[in-house]
């Protein structure tokens, strides 16, 4: 992101002409900008190991399997690095362990802090850059504390930019890509809406009582006042590239469809549907409109909320259908089908839901394999923001390893269709740099390479992470 990092849309417009992919002279590859960062993910909590003072480390026993070492990666975290380089990676996303570095209230874990320093040298030696997420699911224990609910408290945003500003303080001269939270809407949804995460409450029923004015609200403002505080604090441009710090989101996005799309109550189902998921969260914090209600206005009644985001992190992997749903999730008034084999278990059982059958191809989560949705996405994020575009996750679980390539290859082709199509991307960075424990259960493996968690956690290349180090060597794809 160097001497484009600064974002705004004139500055976009004018460096889409430096930065247009196209194809080489024989013809056969697409290029991709020299300076485009190729990068892996991964989230603390799925790959450090003994997570033990977080509110997700009790939760577990309800899961399949718990994490336990998880890739053990707290100890294998040089060995990791040392993969992200022969990758040809520019760039490792991964994220900070609040739980590890605020173990109680107001205490901070030397030990802790150090580890990370330790973790970003490991990779900033190797010229790999780091990016930091600093919520990525987890919390720590003692935010129960507050109350039984601790999003729905207002102490969480005072909480949660504390956390910005002290790791901004302390890892600011290593760090200049930050995103203070993963897939924000996920969480709130997951933790607050769909029970699946602690404090495990179903507020999706009725969105506009709780999940989105209260915790949607707080998250928002989590995020903003997490933004303000790492402008504050983090001065230091450490990889000279003239942007001390760049504070972005990793939003998750889908490609959002009519269940029938002859049916106009279905398009309108799938566009309600896709202002609430994809949307809601970064209209809030990028133009500051936030659609509390539900009521689809275009208020812009947080016109201070506007402009605080640098980049937009797209996070995607598949599609949903949505139907049209009196009575379920208040104003929203929709069902949104997901082709997760978790889901469709619950589906199956429920019986009559009235989803389509997926029909393309699936990952072995159960997710339909859907290229052309990401270049959609990508596009409208473009359109809707005008701010640089990072893809922050896109992956494959696929245990047998012979899908990897050809799934990431076919969505880099989408990926390099919308920025032929104007879309100023910045990066992608493949979810996930090794197999790790997937919220729940190991079963889904979306490593480049693959972790024999049987044999001392040893990593594996996979093929589709030999095809991947190809492509960021080349900055092209076949
Ligand atoms: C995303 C999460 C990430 C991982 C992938 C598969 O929703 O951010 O932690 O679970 O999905």
Not at 143 to 161: A, Q, T
Not at 363 to 378: L, M
Not at 434 to 446: A, L, Q, T, V
Request: overall charge negative; proline content about 6%.
């Amino acid at each position: 992101m160097s001497a484009r990092s600064l974002p705004g849309i004139g500055l976009a417009v004018l460096a889409i002409g430096l930065i247009l992919p196209s194809c080489d002279s024989s013809g056969s590859r697409l290029s991709f900008p020299a300076d485009f960062l190729w990068g892996a993910a991964s989230s603390a909590h799925q790959i450090e190991g003994n997570n033990t003072n977080s509110d997700l480390w009790d939760w577990e026993t309800r899961f399949e399997e718990r994490s336990g070492l998880a890739a053990n990666s707290y100890v294998l975290y040089d060995q990791d690095a040392e993969l992200a380089r022969t990758l040809n990676l520019d760039v490792y996303r991964f994220s900070i362990e609040w739980a590890r570095v605020e173990p109680a209230r107001d205490t901070w874990s030397d030990e802790a802090i150090a580890h990370y320093r330790d973790v970003l040298t490991s990779l900033i030696r190797r010229g790999i850059r780091p990016a930091v997420t600093l919520h990525h699911f987890t919390n720590p224990k003692w935010i129960y504390d507050i109350g039984p609910d601790p999003w729905e408290s207002p102490e969480m945003v005072e909480e949660f930019e504390e956390y910005a500003r002290r790791m901004a303080h302390e890892f600011g001269a290593r760090v200049d890509l930050w995103m203070p939270w993963n897939e924000p809407n996920v969480y709130a949804v997951g933790a607050y809406g769909l029970g699946r995460f602690p404090p495990g409450r179903f507020g999706l029923l009725s969105p506009t009582e709780k999940l989105v004015p209260v915790v949607m609200r707080n998250v928002i403002e989590a995020h903003i006042r997490a933004y303000r505080a790492i402008h504050e604090t983090d001065k230091i441009d450490a990889d000279g590239d003239g942007a001390a710090a760049l504070v972005g989101v990793a939003q998750s996005t889908m490609a959002v469809e009519p269940a029938d799309p002859a049916q106009p109550d279905h398009v309108v189902a799938a566009d309600r549907w896709a202002r609430f998921w994809n949307w809601l969260f970064l209209d809030a914090v990028a133009r500051g409109d936030f659609d509390e209600d539900l009521a689809l206005d275009e208020d812009v009644d947080r016109p201070d909320w506007a402009g605080s985001l640098d980049f937009v992190g797209v996070n995607y992997y598949s599609r949903m259908k949505v139907l049209p749903q009196p009575g379920l999730m208040g104003p929203l008034a929709v069902l949104p089908c997901f082709s997760d084999d978790q889901v469709s278990a619950v589906a199956a059982v429920i019986g009559t839901l009235g989803c389509p059958e997926p029909t393309l191809e699936k990952t072995d989560t159960g997710w339909e394999i859907y290229p052309e949705g990401f270049r959609d996405v990508v596009l409208q994020a473009w359109r809707r923001y005008g701010l640089p575009i990072v893809v922050t996750e896109n992956g494959i679980a696929d245990a047998a390893g012979d899908k990897r390539a050809s799934y990431t290859l076919r969505h880099l082709e989408a990926l390099h269709q919308a920025m032929e199509e104007g879309a100023d991307v910045r990066g992608y960075w493949y979810w996930s740099l090794i197999d790790n424990y997937e919220w729940g259960s190991f079963k889904p493996r979306f490593g480049l390479f693959r972790v024999e968690y049987e044999n001392d956690f040893r990593r594996v290349l996979t093929p589709g992470g030999e095809v991947y180090a190809e492509v960021a060597e080349s900055d092209s794809i076949p």
